[in-house]
């Protein structure tokens, strides 16, 4: 089982483009959530995925934006680009029927935004 | 507002010392999980706690539970080089969502 699995590991972005991140869940599992990671930070809580639905969304402008594709892997969309946006995007894959086991993270991806 | 709060943020012990991470939060929880981050690197996870009074342990480590208190301790037992690394809590205050803490560096040296 490769687990979470999440592409790319690192991008560099100019302000104002729009780039486009991965990820694939863990085997069996049908929930992708999205995490923000700023440097020395704990995660942030971008948006929840489930049955290709945003379930939950947390407190982020809508630049931020996902999609789940019917094979549960999820893409996280962020147009107009700022400096602030840079940061390590993890991804994190669940299962509904099994809502008290955890939540496994991908590698993650390093965006650096100049 | 809810508040997942770590201290110390940092801690900096010798190897072979005992000590404990405190993770209070200020609404109810569904469960608790901890987690290790190594520089540069994704969340391992480590614990998931159920219920009030659950303990886990895993080698060095040991985690806690007491929801009425809304407070999980993780012990360290006779540090080791190894462990060095940022420890988080996260807590499940709704549906799915983690609320993650400040996180506490730690760092073992001999």
């Known amino acids: 089982d490769a687990g979470v699995t999440q592409s790319p590991t690192h991008l560099i972005k100019t302000r104002g483009q729009q780039v486009t991140l991965r990820c694939s869940p863990k085997?069996?599992?049908?929930?992708v959530s999205w995490y923000q990671q700023a440097l020395g930070q704990g995660p942030q809580f971008i948006f929840q995925?489930?049955?290709?639905?945003?379930?939950q969304r947390g407190n982020f402008p809508d630049r931020f934006s996902g999609h789940q594709f019917p094979n549960y892997s999820s893409e996280l969309n962020v147009n107009a680009l700022l400096l602030g946006d840079s940061a390590l995007y993890l991804c994190?894959?669940?299962?509904?029927?099994?809502?008290?086991?955890?939540?496994?993270f991908g590698q993650g991806t390093r965006l650096t935004v100049v | 507002e809810l508040k997942v709060e770590q201290n110390p943020l940092f801690l900096s012990m010798q190897e072979g010392k005992n000590y404990t991470i405190y993770c209070n939060y200020s609404?109810?929880?569904?469960?608790l999980y901890w987690y290790r981050q190594d520089p540069g690197k994704s969340l391992e996870s480590l614990f998931v706690?159920?219920?009030?009074?659950a303990v886990k342990q895993e080698g060095r480590l040991m985690a806690s539970l007491d929801t009425k208190a809304r407070l999980s301790t993780l012990h360290i037992t006779a540090a080791v080089h190894d462990l060095s690394a940022t420890y988080f809590c996260?807590?499940?205050?709704?549906?799915?969502?983690?609320?993650f803490g400040t996180g506490t560096r730690l760092q073992v040296f001999p």
């Open positions: 994190a894959s669940s299962s509904e029927t099994a809502w008290n086991t955890e939540a496994f």
């Open positions: 085997s069996g599992h049908d929930t």
């Open positions: 995925y489930y049955e290709e639905e945003e379930r």
């Open positions: 609404t109810t929880s569904d469960r």
């Open positions: 706690l159920l219920s009030n009074g």
């Open positions: 996260a807590v499940v205050p709704g549906g799915d969502k983690l609320i």
